[in-house]
């Protein structure tokens, strides 16, 4: 099948993009060492788990919410946001399900998801240049050239972060939380007493309705007690992503154990760079980023040589256009790839090609651009007869103001009132739920 992994040596004579430069190469060495005897946080029949459900959602039979933090922070590694975070893409997920009586494949952007690229190396603030912050894999986020100094012992810390965080969820996800009949209870009050809230409600009464009706006729089947959640994250920094790498004992197939699920970003995905060469290896499911300056002749090139046997369910390419140039870019990208009969399933970020910067310094994004990237990406589907398998968003489970628009009507004003990320605007917990009604209307179409 495929041939091994190469060392970490080849990849850097390859040339991988957006890593750091680390001054201790010694320090290095030892954290990666230490990394590549920590076991796994996943297992790689879970991963296969889900290649096939991403393999059924590129068919049509299942739809994808990817979900979660631009770029988690140790600091943000908490019981309370983990569950914020969890409930409200269970929210989302149960709307999706109901609305479009689909079955839904939940993946957090979660649990890894900690190392950041970067447009610009450096970043200046009041007459002071600094690195730029690149994620808490690398270095910190405070504005101070000893915090800015990439430091090898955060990889060690990414790995327990993720561990404590994934450990969790499937305490919740398995362990009653997440239990169909406590679907009233994932609508906190904030969230209750706005309008979409209310709708929430009105789904949650429904599906309470019809589970007390299957209970009374003998049915309560497992899958109403517990989800199966999926990490995912950019698999960005070689160092981590290569020393959580194994052999798979039941296959001998290398896997990325620190997700289920991992992507090259949009600024590493050079066909000939080191993280394709990287990726093409593994037998995870597996993403790829293409905003608006890829070809259909890159789409189809990436396809080749990350999925040579077109294996189905194992590539993902995740389009972020933008709300002004998908319904141009798009169809190009699908029409060659569907042609060449290679299999993919196609996901819309509407996040990264909707970024700017407000008058009050915000990175922010337009909720009406998010909505109208994803309604661009249903109609091009649907004109071209091929299937929109999921959405990938940037989103929390906390009341922040770092979106524009949507019911709450957040305007550039309100954006200092709650803004938390370190890198990228998320939508919160009630533009999550009102975009998931939205999608859940395009889907049922
Ligand atoms: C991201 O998903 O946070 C990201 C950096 O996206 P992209 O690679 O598409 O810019
Ligand atoms: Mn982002």
């Known amino acids: 099948m495929n041939d091994a992994i190469p060392s970490l040596e080849q990849l850097h004579a390859i040339g991988a993009a957006q890593q750091p430069t680390y001054d201790d190469p010694a320090a290095l060495a030892a954290a990666v060492d230490r990394l590549r005897t920590l076991p796994p946080l996943v297992f790689a029949g879970e991963c296969d788990e889900l290649k096939e459900k991403v393999a059924a959602a590129s068919r049509g039979e299942a739809f994808i919410l990817q979900g979660g933090d631009c770029a988690e922070t140790f600091a943000g590694a908490t019981a ?18 109901y609305a479009a009586s ?21 970043e200046t603030r009041d007459g002071v240049t600094l690195p730029a912050y690149r994620g808490d894999a690398v270095n910190g986020y405070d504005f101070t050239p000893e915090s800015r100094i990439p430091d090898p012992q955060r990889l060690l810390e990414v790995y327990h972060s993720s561990a404590s965080t994934l450990n969790l969820v499937r305490a919740f996800t398995t362990g009653g939380y997440a239990d169909l009949r406590q679907v009233h209870a994932w609508n906190s009050e904030f969230v209750r007493n706005s309008p979409v809230g209310a709708k929430y409600e009105a789904v949650a009464a429904e599906i309470e309705r019809a589970l007390t009706f299957m209970k009374a006729i003998g049915a309560d089947p497992d899958e109403f007690h517990r989800v199966d959640f999926y990490s995912s994250h950019e698999a960005l920094l070689m160092e981590y992503e290569h020393a959580m790498t194994r052999i798979d004992s039941r296959t001998d197939q290398p896997y990325n154990v620190s997700g289920h699920f991992v992507w090259i970003g949009e600024r590493t995905r050079q066909l000939d760079g080191a993280h394709v060469e990287y990726f093409r290896h593994l037998r995870n499911p597996i993403g790829c980023k293409l905003g608006p300056t890829a070809t259909p002749d890159d789409a189809l090139a990436l396809a080749h040589r990350l999925n040579p046997e077109n294996e189905p369910g194992r590539l993902t390419f995740i389009t972020r256009f933008g709300a002004g140039k998908i319904r141009d870019g798009l169809p190009g990208l699908v029409e060659k790839v569907t ?13 990264h090609g909707n970024t700017f910067e407000a008058s009050t310094g915000y990175k922010t994004r337009r909720f009406e651009d998010v909505l109208d990237e994803v309604q661009g990406f249903f109609d091009v589907h649907r004109a ?11 989103n929390t489970g906390d009341d922040v103001t770092e979106i524009i628009g949507g019911g709450e009507e957040l305007d550039e004003t309100s954006l200092g009132n709650r803004y938390e990320s370190v890198v990228d605007p998320r939508l919160n917990r009630v533009q999550s739920l009102e975009m998931a009604f939205l999608v859940a209307e395009m889907l049922r179409k």
């Open 339 to 351: 042609a060449e009969g290679v299999d993919v399933a196609w996901i819309c970020d509407p996040m």
């Open 102 to 122: 689909v079955p839904v494949i939940k993946v957090g952007r979660l649990a890894g998801q900690y190392a950041k690229p970067r447009s610009k190396d450096t």
């Open 384 to 394: 071209l007869g091929t299937v929109p398998a999921g959405i990938l968003v940037e």
């Open 80 to 97: 309370d946001n983990t569950r914020n975070k969890l409930r409200v893409l269970l929210q989302m997920a149960v709307v999706l399900t």
